[in-house]
């Protein structure tokens, strides 16, 4: 089998090398042909010599060329595009490119489905096929990173927060994160990455140890208890006190103040009382509160909140002092939440 030059940092890469009688400062040239151009066919890495070359033909593969676009759709705000990438063994993930006026933002998928099963979400409706390698992921970034420097623009952003729960692919995501972060690769600040966790508590635990100051987002959805658990299954095991508490101590750790992500459900979770909870359970924290307009998901037959409503949920957090932002709807024509494109994409076949 040939050996995957993608998604390699330098020492990894220098060790194929010279396993494969290429010389070792080859390593710096292949990566910097790969991230810094941006080219990916070994034929084109032109100061390689025809020799290296040969060699990389021969013995090597670059898995990020076996990634194929199924679908791309550009929000009529041309603001957002959606890619649905299909991998080597044919299963499919979307990602996210969102252009902001502070950079670019790449939303990820961490997984093929989603095994945590949220009420609200269409990633889970699948179930759980797959996790996704660190190379995967990275590809993902790839791509857009290629439409990109065509503009003269970069990724300056990265979000864990596409189909799949990251906290339950640990290995691979902190692999990913870490070649994100390498300068040699894309260089993207630790601060610029973020990763959006339904409230895996063993995972957070984890990643407090690893000194990598990124930022965490959970999502919690609901204040109460059994509310959570009603949209959340995940909430019997990792209870929401237990959530904040230990996100509250990832917080203290890193100084980096952490997203409550509140996804607005008509009826459900978006009235006052609710607010007040929510309150409650946050006040003290370096948090903030980051209220979404739900995208309707028919198999669920949920809707989302007015605007009138959201608008007093954000208030009433103000009020109270909470941080409170509402998130931009970016893409809503194309169904730019998590899992929707994909699915859509299977009911067609
Ligand atoms: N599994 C992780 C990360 C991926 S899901 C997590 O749950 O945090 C990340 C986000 O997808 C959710 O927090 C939510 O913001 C968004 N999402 C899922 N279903 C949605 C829907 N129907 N409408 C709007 N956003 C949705
Ligand atoms: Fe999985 Fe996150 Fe969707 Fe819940 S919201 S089903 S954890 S992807």
């Known amino acids: 089998m040939k050996t995957d030059i993608f998604a390699r940092n330098k020492l990894a890469l220098q ?27 070994f034929a ?7 020799e290296t070359i040969q060699i990389l033909q021969e013995q090597f593969t670059n898995s990020f060329l076996s990634i194929r676009c199924l679908k791309e759709l550009t929000a009529s705000s041309g603001n957002t595009s959606k890619v649905v990438l299909a991998f080597a063994d044919g299963e ?15 939303c990820v998928s961490s997984q093929i489905g989603c095994a945590v099963g949220c009420k609200f979400c269409a990633s889970g409706l699948g179930g759980f096929k797959r996790n996704l390698t660190a190379a995967e992921m990275l590809a993902q970034v790839m791509y857009f990173a290629k439409q990109l420097k065509a ?17 339950l692919n640990y290995e691979n995501v902190l692999e990913f994160i870490r070649l994100l972060h390498d300068p040699e690769l894309f260089n993207i600040s ?24 990124i930022n ?7 204040s109460e208890q059994e509310k959570r658990t009603t949209i959340m299954p995940i909430n019997a095991s990792y209870c929401l006190h237990e959530v904040v508490e230990c996100a509250g ?16 459900l008509a009826a459900v979770n978006d009235s006052l009382e609710d607010a007040a909870k929510l309150v409650s359970l946050l006040r003290g924290q370096l948090a ?10 028919q198999e669920y037959g949920l809707q989302k909140s007015p605007l009138t409503q959201v608008k007093a949920f954000q208030e009433y957090l103000q009020k109270n002092n909470i941080p409170v932002t509402i998130r931009k709807e970016m893409g809503a024509d194309i169904n730019a939440a998590c899992g929707q494109l994909r699915n859509k994409i299977e009911e067609l076949e």
């Open 44 to 50: 084109e890495m032109k100061n390689l010599g025809r």
């Open 15 to 41: 060790e194929l090398c010279l396993a494969h009688k290429i010389p070792k400062f080859r390593a710096s040239q292949i990566i910097d042909w790969l991230y810094a151009k941006q080219v990916v066919e």
């Open 92 to 106: 499919t993930c979307e990602s996210v490119c969102m252009r902001h006026n502070y950079g670019n933002s790449i």
């Open 151 to 167: 503009n003269g623009e970069r990724v300056s952003h990265v979000v864990i927060m596409g189909s799949g729960e990251p906290l």
């Open 249 to 264: 101590r990832y917080a203290q750790n890193t100084k980096r103040q952490v997203t409550y992500e509140y996804i607005m």
């Open 216 to 222: 965490l987002a959970i999502s919690l959805h609901a």
């Open 190 to 213: 630790y601060r610029n990455i973020t990763l959006s966790t339904s409230g895996i508590i063993p995972g957070i635990k984890r990643l407090q140890t690893e000194s990598l100051p």
């Open 288 to 297: 903030c509160v980051n209220l979404i307009p739900a995208n309707n998901v």
